[in-house]
């Protein structure tokens, strides 16, 4: 009889560890799979711009247009200024200037640490903005005295 018994302990182990512990190990070797999946750095640096570790505001006088760097860094770099004029988006980059040791430096790409000098007449335009970080580049939308979007 004890034999007996000790056999019905043993089916009802094997029972227990096919139905719980097999199930229950692929279950742990599968969480492992969404680490796998590809980051979309794009997205990411959207939403860095839409109110992450990006702030760019572009203060906007007749007398004077300037891009603010609020929260920016040197990850990021501004590669390129556009504005719109009557529907073209007309490339200033050129003509974008910022202060770097105390020398007015007009070159291009430049990192999210300075504050830009824009020509005057895009002063009630809207500027089209081109932040690259993360090896991936966003547009982001900037109107007059607010804050960049993407």
Avoid: C
Avoid at 42 to 69: D, E, Y
Avoid at 70 to 99: A, C, M, P, R
Wanted: charge should be neutral; proline fraction near 5%.
């Amino acid at each position: 009889m004890k034999a007996q018994s000790e056999f019905i302990a043993f089916i009802v182990a094997v029972i227990l560890i096919v139905i719980i512990l097999i199930p229950l190990a692929f279950l742990v070797l599968d969480f492992s799979k969404p680490s796998s999946q590809q980051l979309d750095e794009i997205s990411v640096l959207r939403r860095q711009i839409n109110g992450g570790s990006i702030l760019l505001f572009f203060n906007s006088t007749p007398t004077k247009a300037t891009l603010l760097t609020i929260k920016g860094g040197e990850n990021y770099t501004l590669q390129g200024v556009f504005y719109d004029y009557h529907g073209n988006w007309v490339n200033i980059t050129g003509k974008v200037s910022y202060t770097a040791n105390g020398i007015s430096t007009y070159t291009f790409p430049a990192p999210l640490i300075y504050n830009f000098t824009l020509p005057a007449y895009v002063w009630n335009r809207t500027l089209l903005v081109e932040i690259s970080g993360y090896n991936v580049s966003v547009f982001a939308t900037v109107l007059p005295n607010e804050t960049a979007f993407a």
